[in-house]
């Protein structure tokens, strides 16, 4: 059998990797469908090595008869149009930040709390967590279960193809500018992002947190445990794609740097590249493109009773967004379709 499905955001970054994703993983489809603003309809975009599909214009569609669509337009976008797709008997899954602490709506990391899907007849809503939270607890969850987690503290490394494809564009344009010693522009971000770093992604909030930095908090205590304490500090890298975090973990009980590797050795959608040596760790270079979470650096914290540091690097247009939200949409199918 066969499903309808509609990918809204069908010409950006997340967009164009959730159509390459849903072709790569043989999602039974008898027919999919980008949609995008009026400005783009008629564009076309891949669908696998070989087919191409016509983007259709959002505003006027209609989702009736639609099985899944999957969302990555912005928030805005999806707060109109996500309510109207569900309305009309379509399940969506989306990408943005609109929906994810709505206590009806579930947010959902397939390897973390497969569950929670179970939730989405509230509103035909699934919320897609934000990518830096996503590869976080892919990680923290099979050591979550062995010894429980009480509190995080995490400084992540975030690619410019977070920000979608103007940061991406602003990143080359400004590296070719300085390599021919011309002013780089800051459009896109707040400061110079070519070999630099940005401590800000996002708005910032009354207590000096950025938006970005609450969102880890709020979304890793839904999906995993409310009551696991975090703080987070957001970074922008001038990196094209991939998201890079150091976590530090405090535990209740005892849990040993061997112990964590056995556990992660073995997790879903988890590889583990944790060698003492000369590059034996994941960086994102060699993330990029892959669907799993890397994780290396695993060692003692001695700062507190029960820590562990480790590294986190993954591919945040794949696992941090597409990808998850297929594996979520497979799960529908496997499950409650």
Known sequence: MGYKVAVV?????????????LAAHEFPVDEV???????????????????????????????????????SPGAKVSAVHAPRAAAAGC??????????????????VPEVNP?????????????????????????LKPLHDLARIKRVVVATYQSVSGAGKEGM?????????????????????TKQIAFNLIPHIDVFMEDGSTKEEWKMKVE?????????????????APVFVGHSEAVNIEFD???????????????????????????????????AGEDAVFVGRIRRDDTVAHGLSL???????????????????????ENYL
Request: glycine content about 6%.
């Open 91 to 108: 399940i969506v899954i989306d990408n943005t930040s609109q929906f994810r602490m709505d206590p009806d709506v579930p947010l959902v």
């Open 311 to 333: 590294w986190i690097v993954s591919d945040n247009l794949r696992k941090g967004a597409a990808l998850n939200a297929v594996q979520i949409a497979e799960h529908l199918v």
């Open 220 to 236: 890793t205590r839904k999906i995993l445990d409310p009551e696991i304490e975090v703080v987070a500090t957001c970074v922008r």
């Open 115 to 139: 569950d929670a899907i179970a939730g989405y007849a509230k509103r035909n809503i699934i919320a897609n967590p934000n990518c830096s939270t996503i590869q976080m607890v892919v990680a």
């Open 253 to 287: 009980s005892p849990l040993s740097a061997a112990e964590a590797r056995a556990a992660l050795a073995g997790a879903p959608g988890v590889i583990l590249l944790d060698r003492r040596e000369n590059g034996g760790y994941p960086t994102p270079v060699e993330c």
């Open 169 to 189: 564009d602003e990143l080359y344009s400004q590296t070719r500018k300085i390599y021919m010693m011309e002013e780089p522009e800051a459009k896109k971000f």
């Open 33 to 71: 469908v980008p949609l995008a603003s009026e400005r783009s309809a008629g564009k076309e975009v891949s669908y696998g090595e070989d087919e191409v599909l016509r983007v259709r214009n959002l505003e006027k569609f209609d989702f009736k008869g639609f099985d899944l669509a999957l969302f």
């Open 9 to 21: 955001g069908g010409t950006g970054n997340v967009g164009r990797e959730m159509l390459q994703t």
